[in-house]
């Protein structure tokens, strides 16, 4: 089994910074796609950013220039360093990973259980 457990949400004041962290354990053969998504009460859960394993990056529009997402492959570790929030910004973020099990080579799509990220003065 595999498992990823995020940490570092909080409250923050409208433009402050956070910085989010999933560690991925368990029977792990590799990890493939990293990333954040993020859901706002009452709304649809959305992609924040993601890299692969090579460090290849995507982000949102709306978090461009502001998010920064990195790795630690040693680690099966994914981060996402978020600056200038806004309320906007709030929500549940949640880690997602592409995982190979080494107990039967076969992926899977894996989900932390979210972090809160609350941006108000």
């Known amino acids: 089994q595999v498992q990823l457990v995020e940490s570092g949400g909080g409250l923050v004041q409208p433009g402050g910074s956070l910085r989010l962290s999933c560690a991925a354990s368990?029977?792990?053969?590799?990890?493939?796609?990293m990333g954040w998504y993020r859901q706002a009460q009452g709304k649809q859960r959305e992609l924040v950013a993601t890299?692969?394993?090579?460090?290849?990056?995507n982000y949102a529009d709306s978090v461009k220039g502001r998010f920064t997402i990195s790795r630690d492959n040693a680690k099966n570790t994914v981060y996402l360093q978020m600056n200038s929030l806004k309320p906007e910004d709030t929500a549940v973020y949640y880690c997602?990973?592409?995982?190979?099990?080494?107990?039967?080579?076969?992926?899977?799509?894996?989900w932390g259980q979210g972090t809160q990220v609350t941006v108000s003065s």
């Open positions: 368990g029977s792990i053969f590799s990890i493939n796609t």
């Open positions: 997602y990973g592409v995982v190979r099990r080494s107990t039967d080579m076969r992926w899977n799509q894996v």
């Open positions: 890299i692969t394993d090579s460090g290849s990056t």
